[in-house]
């Protein structure tokens, strides 16, 4: 129940599309649902975070939609470009305890 | 100025060697952690301190000892390290109390030969 569940593994995506992943998770009682981007040689940094209480946030080209009766939360990058290319790794917890990580999606973008 | 930082950033050692990994952050946060990163990027909590005191000590082997002398500093100190130890090991923190950004230091590679 304490799992966050994260997909795809690996994904690519043209210059200029749009790149979608998804996380899953069980524990109705998480509260914070961040998104972590890392760059090849450089600690993970957070990019982008959402509470239960919004379905959607934006900021710039990234959007988190949260769906809390699915259990579900997404990143969407709009307008994806090559200094995208990263591993994207969601995270939840609650009550400010430690976070629980989804494995990481490797996100390549092609010229 | 760098936030939260570590050294070594690399580390290539024999098996059976004991060695340390050093993390100082200047943020003024209560809460450091220690995570293992695989070859898959799998992102393992190890250990979390809260001002010096131990708050989290996730399934690790007891060969792993964190040791926090203040605040602002938590080193891990590894005995017998062994060829499955080889992975990047980051060092994190954030303010106690609040599910705010965990800020983490560039990492340091262990290489166990």
Redesign the interface.
């Given at each position: 129940q304490q799992q966050v569940k994260q997909s795809p593994q690996s994904l690519i995506v043209q210059k200029g599309g749009i790149s979608i992943i998804n996380c899953a998770y069980e524990n109705t009682a998480f509260?914070?649902f961040?998104w972590y981007q890392?760059f090849p040689?450089?600690?993970?940094?957070?990019l982008i975070a959402i509470r239960p209480d919004v379905s959607e946030k934006k900021e710039g080209r990234f959007t988190i939609s949260f769906n809390k009766s699915a259990k579900q939360f997404s990143l969407h990058i709009m307008d994806s470009q090559p200094g995208d290319s990263a591993?994207y790794?969601c995270a939840a917890?609650r009550d400010?305890y430690?976070?629980i990580?989804g494995?990481?999606t490797?996100l390549i973008i092609k010229p | 100025d760098t936030a939260v930082s570590q050294t070594p950033k690399y580390l290539v050692t024999q098996m059976g060697n004991d060695k340390s990994i050093k993390c100082e952050q200047n943020l003024g946060h209560d809460t450091m952690y220690w995570y293992k990163q695989d070859s898959k990027k799998f992102l393992k909590i190890m250990f979390s301190y809260n001002n010096k005191e131990l708050i989290i000590n996730e399934t690790v082997p007891n060969r792993f000892s964190p040791k926090s002398p203040d605040k602002a500093h938590l080193n891990l100190h590894i005995n017998s390290l062994e060829l499955g130890d080889s992975a990047v090991y980051f060092c994190a923190s954030r303010p106690h109390g609040s599910t705010d950004t965990q800020y983490f230091g560039p990492g340091t590679r262990l290489t166990v030969l």
């Open positions: 509260d914070y961040p890392q040689g450089k600690g993970p940094a957070l591993t790794f917890s400010n430690q976070l990580w494995a990481g490797k | -």
